[in-house]
């Protein structure tokens, strides 16, 4: 047999098992069924035996994908695919025969004419896959506990599986796993029938020579443990998957994770989920999100841009303050296991840190901006975040009919501000000029005004920051690459440059839809996931020879990140530390974007009770200097960009499926 770099990963969250048993309603149920029966029929994969560290088993491809080039220097792009296509292949060469089960050398026939592969080559491929199968398969704690308490009960014990293995392979893995006293194995590749056309039972009853009332089958599949079982007059219990849980509250299929690390990650999560209830402790449901959702968010986006990075040619990668700060983390975490080395900073930018530069670089995009994005600052608040005072062009603002310093920026007196800026301009260049300069003075330092190829790291959503460091570099006159690297992008900032080139994640351009769909369900939600341990970058200031961050101080803010937000990250990366510690081999490779959100982000769009009573406490300031606000509250943003029935008080939440609908649901 051909070896193997795979190593099981160690059970990394729960500390010893207990011996497995079944609830006290399931265990009725099949004691009740094992005194109808003779013979208990098992099905194989994903009720004895499972592939531990795989989510799907089509992930298992990835590792034959890797093997092959090392040991065979055949190097096979989208291995998976190739994969997949040719056993689709070869059971389209049995349509209109008898035989409804393909053979495993059957696929790999096929795949040797897609690639004109020497029988050598496909033969040793095949060995390679048999290899990693044998290695990954194991008991399943469930399975072992149901057999065993079956010959407890006297009864004869068979398996039947629908698989493309050969029966020897099948009988190996079966005594691999433990399991002795089997009276006979059927594999639906042998006999060219399945289950799941209920034609292999119908071939178990006659050479069992039995009543099917008799006969016990148990297995994991609706369809084919289950319906077709009872079609054909077997008694039947189901068993869900480990993964049942984990797949049936995301709505997941098989779909591939697209990377192996992702793979045991959800794995471990699914055992998790199995072996709790749910939580509404607040000690032990912080924690819990952390491992079971954001873990996922997090290592996936770092993945997938360490894939990225490492094909761009960068000099060096930035991560923007202060959602880039949890992204950096994980980022050099997966990097470091990967072996990959990149210059990696966190850059201390924020919109209104970098509206001076606005006024030189985008005058026509900072008006606009100032006048139309400050709802409910008073005249006096806004004018101080341009560096202005009140007093200094008083009477400028008279002439514009701005006679009061509290009057609120609304429809009413955002034209007349908007007359005043025009007006006030040269007075806004005078005044920001030294700011300016210590933006330059900042981004030199971090030798971003080089002409090194970099990227630019940021949640979300639009791309301002770097459209507005794109400007700058074209007004100093510094021809430089910046590509943004974002979890997910909506549309492109307002005067996009025409050098703005941005990647999401997620989504791209709000597409695809169904998944911009989710996301849009609690962009705020995800942001805060995203926050740090220090203020907004509200300025800069000088420090001796080094220009240094200006960090607003909200404390209500910070107490909201160290009570509810900083447990859960911090959970997400010890979890993902250790998993990243247990793994001999990390591959680097791009986690599926539609089942990382989907996964990541079901405590947004599909929280439970205690998920949304929590996590509804959560508030955002929706600008800097503004007030807290609930996510739950409404939001003139996403009535417009989100479609969906509306709360009885006429508003949408942030929070689709957020506290106040839940509430509502549960009275």
Same mark, same amino acid.
């Given at each position: ?7 099981? #990963? ?70 998976? =695919?190739?994969?997949?296509? *040719?056993?689709?292949? *070869? ?27 020497? +029988?050598?080559?496909?033969? @040793? ?23 065993? !308490?079956?010959? @407890? ?23 691999? *796993? ?19 056309? $209920? ?32 079609? &054909? ?9 480990? &993964? ?29 989920? *199995? ?59 997966? =990097? ?31 008006? /606009? ?56 301009? +040269? ?8 700011? %300016? ?22 949640? $979300? ?18 021809? &430089? ?6 979890? $997910? !992008? %909506?549309?492109?900032?307002?005067? @996009? #440059? ?14 695809? /839809? ?15 996931? /995203?926050?740090?341990? /220090? ?71 599909? +929280? ?57 649901? &549960?009275?």
């Amino acid at each position: 047999m051909i070896a193997t770099s795979y190593v099981p #990963s160690q059970k990394l969250i729960c500390k010893g098992n207990p011996q497995y048993s079944l609830d006290k309603q399931k265990q009725v149920e099949f004691d009740r069924l094992l005194t109808q029966v003779d013979v208990v029929s098992f099905d194989l994969f994903d009720t004895l035996i499972h592939r531990k560290d795989l989510f799907s088993p089509k992930d298992l491809f990835y590792y034959v994908q890797a093997e092959a080039e090392k040991q065979l220097d055949l190097k096979l792009d989208d291995f998976t =695919a190739l994969r997949v296509r *040719a056993e689709e292949r *070869a059971r389209v060469r049995l349509w209109g025969r008898s035989i409804e089960e393909v053979e495993l050398a059957a696929i790999y026939s096929e795949l040797g004419r897609m690639l004109s592969l020497t +029988p050598q080559i496909t033969q @040793a491929l095949q060995q390679i896959e048999l290899a990693y199968e044998k290695a990954m398969l194991m008991a399943l704690e469930s399975g072992a506990y149901l057999m065993k !308490t079956a010959l @407890a009960a006297n009864k004869q014990i068979i398996i039947v599986t629908d698989t493309y293995f050969s029966e020897n392979f099948i009988r190996q893995v079966v005594e691999q *796993a433990g399991y002795r006293n089997i009276t006979k194995i059927y594999v639906s590749s042998v006999y060219g029938k399945t289950k799941q056309e $209920g034609s292999l039972f119908d071939l178990v009853l006659n050479d069992l020579g039995c009543s099917p009332k008799r006969v016990l089958h148990v297995g994991d599949n609706r369809l084919s443990d289950m319906s077709m079982a009872l079609g &054909k007059g077997l008694r039947a219990f189901f068993v869900p998957t480990v &993964k049942h849980r984990l797949k049936w509250r995301c709505g997941f299929g098989d779909e591939l994770s697209g990377d192996l690390t992702l793979s045991t990650l959800l794995c471990e999560i699914s055992s998790r989920m *199995a072996e709790q209830n749910e939580q509404d402790d607040l000690q032990v449901l912080l924690p819990q999100t952390g491992h079971q959702s954001l873990s996922i968010l997090y290592y996936s986006f770092a993945a997938w841009l360490l894939a990225h990075l490492k094909r761009g040619g960068y000099s060096r990668v930035y991560f923007a303050a202060r959602d880039g700060l949890i992204m950096k983390r994980f980022f050099d975490l997966v =990097a470091s296991a990967a072996g990959f080395e990149i210059d990696s900073r966190y850059l201390y930018v924020s919109r209104v840190a970098l509206y001076p530069s606005l006024i030189f670089t985008e005058p026509a995009t900072a008006r /606009h901006l100032f006048s139309h994005s400050w709802d409910d600052l008073t005249i006096e608040e806004a004018l101080s975040r341009i560096s202005l005072k009140f007093d200094d062009v008083s009477d400028l603002l008279a002439e514009c009919g701005l006679h009061n310093r509290k009057l609120s920026l609304n429809e009413i007196t955002r034209p007349k501000f908007d007359v005043f800026l025009k007006k006030a301009w +040269p007075l806004l260049e005078h005044a920001n000029q030294e700011s %300016f300069s210590m933006i330059e003075t900042y981004m030199r330092q971090e030798m971003m005004l080089t002409e090194e190829k970099v990227a630019f790291v940021d949640i $979300g959503w639009h791309g301002s920051l770097q459209n507005c460091l794109v400007n700058l570099l074209d007004y100093l006159g510094i021809e &430089k690459k910046i590509d943004g690297y974002y979890l $997910g !992008t %909506f549309k492109k900032p307002k005067n @996009a #440059s025409a050098k703005f080139r941005a990647k999401g994640f997620l989504v791209e351009n709000d597409e695809p /839809h169904d998944i911009s769909h989710l996301v849009r369900h609690g962009p705020s939600v995800i942001e805060l996931f /995203h926050s740090a341990d /220090h203020g907004s970058v509200m300025s800069y200031r000088r420090e001796g020879e080094l220009i240094k961050p200006v960090l607003e101080d909200n404390q209500a803010e910070q107490e909201q990140y160290q009570t509810l937000i900083k447990p859960v990250q911090e959970a997400a990366f010890d979890f993902v530390e250790k998993l990243l510690e247990s793994k001999k081999h990390f591959f680097v490779s791009s986690p599926n974007p539609g089942l990382t959100t989907r996964a990541a982000l079901r405590f947004v769009y599909n +929280p439970t009770l205690a998920e949304a009573t929590l996590f509804g406490r959560l508030k955002i300031v929706s600008d800097f200097g503004g007030r807290l606000k609930s996510i739950t509250g409404a939001s003139e943003w996403n009535l417009k960009e989100i479609e969906g029935d509306l709360l009885p008080d006429g508003t949408v939440p942030i929070w689709r499926s957020g506290f106040q609908v839940l509430k509502e649901r &549960k009275l």
